[in-house]
């Protein structure tokens, strides 16, 4: 697999997991089963966008809600940088409050600027729903990202 | 000129999103343009979706270290699987490790021969003397075997309760026919006593086993069975003392304790003995030793047909 797209993959669960321990072990499972996919059926090279939007939705699901660790085991430096002019916060009261699937196609195509067309297939979902999700994630990142505005 | 179209707020809401990513068409655009200048709210909301697109503008130009790839490209090996088990929970681990270590337990035992772990206590050897002229290790041959078959046989006729609460010693001088009756007595006696609960019993039976090999054993075996009777012994079994078989003479009796040296050294002076004490089921009273003896004739010529009878 190429280096981007385990970047696109760990950048994925960095942000709908906030958990840098989990998110290398997410991207680790990621990356095996898609290398697995591929080993089974080289046709499925072709749509990597699509594998993984697929695999990482469905590990995202078994992720969720795991007991975060409190502190890195892996003793490394965090492997995520961040724009200097970012606040975090802002994201993790999004992840708080919004869906589960409205933050995956936030990120997906926001984030990490999938086509619509490769998420709405790995997601198993029509481009209008996925453009409804999106426009209803965004709205509400905004109004957290700019507290003071009144919320509809 | 087709009539402008007039957006209701709610779907003047969901273009919103359209309107501010600029892929709406040119009279939906003005559509919601003037929705908006009609509705103050949606400028809000416009505004927020602005904002929240430049903050995930910001979200997209996030780095990922390169030791960060190289690691996750490491794990996706082998090493990744046993890695995995430290991320479980303490509960889950132990339980894996308690799994393994009953599984290597069960299969040592299932495929590993009993005799390994186990060895057979049933018959030991307490005590082994040889008394004699010589010191030379006197061969046991495979007749003894027989003896062992002759011992069985001799045992089962006996009354299975082999717990005599009491120590009867015999009288010194008494005939075969006598004792006999006596040992019907005792027969009875055991079973009547034996309801009742003993109040010093041995926990473990002992016998003492004596070889001998002579080559006149018919000289020899009416003597020690005069001998045994003198120091006031009596047959322990149904066969009769000296019981005279193909290739020996075979002795079962009971002696008082205090007799012991005294047939040992008298059956001695015949020849090399070979004696050992050995556990049995079959329990004596206190005081009363039980004894098997053997003697095997050597000389081929002088074996006999077996007395089958016992008697």
């Not at chain 1, 760990?10 to 996919?37: G, H, N, P, Q, W």
């Not at chain 2, 008298?266 to 009363?288: A, C, L, N, T, W």
């Amino acid at each position: 697999m190429a280096t981007l797209h385990i970047k696109c993959i760990s950048v994925f669960f960095y942000f709908t997991l906030l958990d840098e321990r989990l998110a290398m072990e997410a991207t680790a499972r990621v990356v095996r089963k898609i290398k697995k996919r591929i080993q089974s059926n080289k046709e499925d090279a072709k749509d990597i966008e699509k594998l993984i939007v697929f695999f990482c939705h469905q590990v995202r699901l078994k992720l969720t809600g795991k007991k975060k660790y409190l502190w890195a085991k892996s003793g490394i430096e965090s492997g995520w940088t961040l724009h200097p002019d970012v606040d975090i916060g802002s994201w993790r009261e999004f992840l708080a409050e919004s869906d589960g699937e409205v933050v995956e196609a936030v990120v997906f195509s926001k984030i990490l600027n999938f086509k619509d067309q490769p998420i709405s297939q790995g997601l198993g979902i029509t481009i209008g729903t996925l453009r409804y999700r999106l426009g209803n994630g965004i709205r509400l990142l905004g109004l957290v990202a700019q507290p003071g505005l009144v919320r509809i | 000129m087709s009539p402008r179209r007039q957006l209701s707020e709610f779907l003047c809401r969901e273009m919103l999103y359209d309107f501010a990513t600029g892929e709406l068409d040119d009279s939906r655009k003005t559509a919601v343009e003037e929705s908006i200048k009609e509705f103050p709210d949606l400028e809000d909301e416009l505004e927020a979706l602005k904002n929240g697109i430049v903050y995930l503008k910001l979200l997209s130009q996030t780095e990922v270290s390169e030791p960060l790839i190289n690691q996750v490209q490491e794990e996706t090996g082998i090493v990744a699987y046993f890695k995995k088990l430290q991320t479980l929970p303490t509960w889950a681990r132990w339980t894996i490790e308690a799994l393994v270590v009953a599984s290597v337990v069960f299969i040592g035992i299932r495929f590993i021969p009993t005799d390994f772990w186990m060895k057979d206590v049933s018959q030991f050897d307490v005590a082994t003397v040889q008394l004699g002229k010589g010191q030379a290790e006197i061969p046991i041959s495979d007749e003894v075997s027989e003896v062992e078959k002759m011992i069985q046989k001799d045992e089962e006729a006996l009354p299975k309760e082999g717990v005599i609460v009491e120590a009867t010693p015999a009288p010194v001088k008494k005939s075969e026919e006598v004792i006999s009756k006596d040992e019907s007595v005792a027969s009875n006696k055991t079973t009547l006593e034996a309801k009742d609960p003993p109040s010093a019993v041995p926990v473990r039976g002992y016998v003492y086993r004596m070889y001998m090999f002579l080559s006149n054993v018919d000289e020899v075996t009416p003597v020690i069975a005069k001998k045994i009777r003198e120091l006031g012994g009596k047959k322990a079994g149904e066969v009769r003392l000296g019981w005279r078989k193909e290739d020996g003479s075979y002795f079962h009796f009971t002696l008082p304790e205090e007799k012991y040296s005294e047939i040992t050294s008298f059956v001695s002076q015949y020849g090399d003995v070979r004696i050992s004490k050995d556990e049995h089921k079959r329990i004596m009273p206190r005081g009363i030793n039980r004894f098997i003896l053997w003697i095997e004739e050597t000389n081929p010529n002088l074996r006999k047909k077996n007395d089958e009878s016992g008697n």
